[in-house]
């Protein structure tokens, strides 16, 4: 029980410093993302695309994290967009407060969008505010069609879901359609974008959302 | 800091306890294996065919670690095998007293294997003992070759990865020996099973192997 209490107290203070990040977000008229996955789901890879897509037309930034390595934030680099690494040695999330340590990092006054790419966790990350305006979930069809029933909790929190590597569903025992309809079970307000990041299909649909999310923020 | 020191008493209890469960292997001389990844990487899939090759041969037992649903239990049901659910409720891992529990259900007298499938998770599980023998990881070539540098806890602490979904590989971008590679740049006393459980290749030696583990244990 002692453990429980404990949890709690950190969750609150996790959450009273989100409202904090949410509040400065807001202030600038930054549309903040949190971007959750498996590992190897392809969020890096998203990442790149959408970069690809959207740099030169709205300018954003890029909060990496990562249990250990750089390699991520190196990828993000050559986009020339400005770009902080956290690196939680261990921690299996993101929490509030080095979200707002990497803001200190960022001109939030220059930019529209932030995208932050949470660790490789389907589980933890879920409920962990970082004062982001949503969760986008990235599942990829090699985890097969069951991931939202076994792992509700993210589903539920999420207010997207990036369907990705639908390049590979011939050689797979994954049906799309059985997939949605899980997720759906869990939350039915989900928007869903299929992707590959392979052949490009699919990432300019889900960049136009983006702008459009960030174009409909209220000044 | 008082989070720290929580959560070493926390990983201490559980050390205690994972102690026991691997004296009370030893003494009715079961091998005990905790199997990891992320999830979708294939983990029942491995265990279903693990299942059809070597029932009949040696006992074995199976304890299904899940945050939500019994869908894997269900999966295993139909090999005709003693097996016990865990629901961890939003649990990012199992834990030693978890499994002490779900003993309670199962008769090591009459076995020689127990399999362990963990909560999908490349990074929780990794800190908590169970009493296992040894923990095989599971990485999916869909999941991209840089995993073990990413979270590298986890592959530090396996004695075998299991290198699944290995009929894919001609569709991705991933590259089996770099993979290799990076796990034995983080453990270099890895042992290597490459295994497709749709054609059924690597299977046979995987089962060899834990056959022979089984084998060896002291009497």
New interface residues.
């Given amino acids: 029980m002692a453990?429980i209490t404990?949890e709690r107290k950190?969750l609150e203070k996790n959450d009273e410093i989100a409202r904090m990040n949410r509040e400065k977000f807001t202030r600038h008229r930054v549309l903040a993302i949190n971007l959750v996955s498996?590992?190897?789901s392809g969020k890096t890879s998203i990442l790149e695309r959408t970069l690809e897509h959207i740099r030169g037309t709205v300018p954003l930034a890029v909060i990496e994290g990562?249990?250990?390595?750089d390699?991520?934030a190196q990828r993000v680099a050559k986009y020339d967009v400005p770009a902080v690494q956290i690196i939680t040695r261990?921690g299996?999330h993101l929490e509030a407060n080095l979200v707002r340590d990497a803001l200190e990092q960022i001109d939030l006054a220059t930019i529209r969008i932030l995208i932050i790419e949470n660790?490789?966790?389907?589980?933890?990350p879920s409920?962990y505010d970082l004062g982001e305006a949503c969760k986008i979930v990235v599942a990829?069809t090699?985890?097969?069609d069951?991931?939202p029933?076994?792992?509700?909790?993210m589903f539920r929190n999420a207010s997207v879901m990036i369907i990705n590597?639908i390049?590979?569903v011939p050689?797979?025992?994954c049906n799309v359609q059985t997939l949605k309809q899980n997720a759906l079970s869990i939350n039915p307000a989900l928007t869903f974008f299929l992707t590959s990041c392979?052949t490009g299909e699919g990432i300019a649909d889900w960049c136009e959302w983006l702008k459009a999310k960030a174009d409909s923020l209220p000044s």
Same sequence: chains 1, 2.
């Fill in positions: 453990i404990i950190v498996s590992p190897g990562d249990v250990q390595t390699l991520d261990g299996c660790v490789g966790n389907l589980v933890c409920n990829s090699t985890e097969g069951d991931k029933l076994k792992y509700p909790s590597k390049d590979l050689y797979l025992d392979r």
